[in-house]
């Protein structure tokens, strides 16, 4: 399957390149950043610490795309936006792990995926998708006088809160409570702010250092608690998902799907 990796130069793109060329079955097509990238018609293999692997990294997405099945694309939501319609033209796949996306963007994701198959997550790792299930059972088994609170930590660098696995554990703990998240999210707390409301799903968020991702669900009742945690520890799981994800894509009907497809969950 020929890939291409959008934001190539960047950490994530750097590892979806090292994790294409240690996957059977998969090649590095072609590589994308940004017009006015210092990256631009470098290798792609050495940016990567791989060594050259005669992939020159470009800014030219129609051309990498007529010589592609997929594209795979770790970026910032206006980018992969744009991704998603050209992916729609070429008919092939697109496997998104952006986050920070708005509700505007996701409605045009699901209009691109009536002609190209889009796998989308907030994570794309095996664990946190297996968090997500556990989290959705218990949160159907316990009952409504059990609180939810998500709490997340990541490096400094992250520029956007909750993060999208937070986000993706508060759905599944809606889901399990059959409420809709929006309704009944509470994601920041200051001052005064009066007991917390019966049913309510919280989210505090920690940034600083170099962490890759922590992530836990909390439900507490009265007089015990569980925990539930995720603790990331090499951004390599989630371009591995990522990379299956285009795999099992490859042989499907377009469409938007999302990593508990991909896993069977």
Do not use: C
Request: glycine share 12%.
């Amino acid at each position: 399957m020929r890939l291409v990796v959008v934001g190539a130069a960047g950490r994530m793109g750097q590892m979806l390149v090292k994790a294409i060329s240690a996957t059977e079955g998969v090649v590095l097509a072609a590589a994308l950043e940004r017009p006015g990238s210092p990256a631009i018609g470098q290798d792609a293999g050495v940016i990567a610490g791989l060594g050259p692997i005669d992939v020159a990294i470009s800014d030219d997405p129609l051309a990498a795309l007529l010589k592609a099945d997929g594209v795979i694309d770790f970026t910032a939501p206006a980018a992969t936006v744009e991704m998603a319609a050209l992916a729609a033209q070429a008919r092939i796949v697109h496997v998104v792990g952006t986050t920070g996306m708005l509700d505007v963007d996701l409605a045009k994701l699901e209009a691109a995926a009536r002609h190209a198959v889009i796998v989308r997550s907030g994570n794309m790792s095996l664990g946190v998708n297996l968090l997500a299930a556990m989290v959705e059972k218990v949160a159907r088994t316990l009952g409504a006088d059990w609180d939810i609170e998500i709490l997340e930590m990541h490096h400094r660098m992250k520029v956007d809160a909750p993060s999208g696995t937070a986000l993706l554990l508060g759905e599944a703990a809606a889901k399990g409570r059959e409420v809709a998240l929006a309704e009944r999210s509470v994601r920041a707390r200051f001052g005064h702010t009066g007991a917390r409301q019966p049913g309510d799903i919280g989210f505090a968020t920690l940034r600083g250092g170099t962490v890759v991702g922590d992530h836990s669900v909390i439900f507490a009742g009265p007089g015990e608690r569980i925990e539930l945690k995720h603790v990331a520890e090499d951004r390599g799981i989630f371009a591995r998902g990522a990379v299956q994800a285009a795999l099992w894509a490859r042989e499907r009907k377009p469409g938007l799907y999302s990593m508990a497809d991909v896993l069977g969950f």
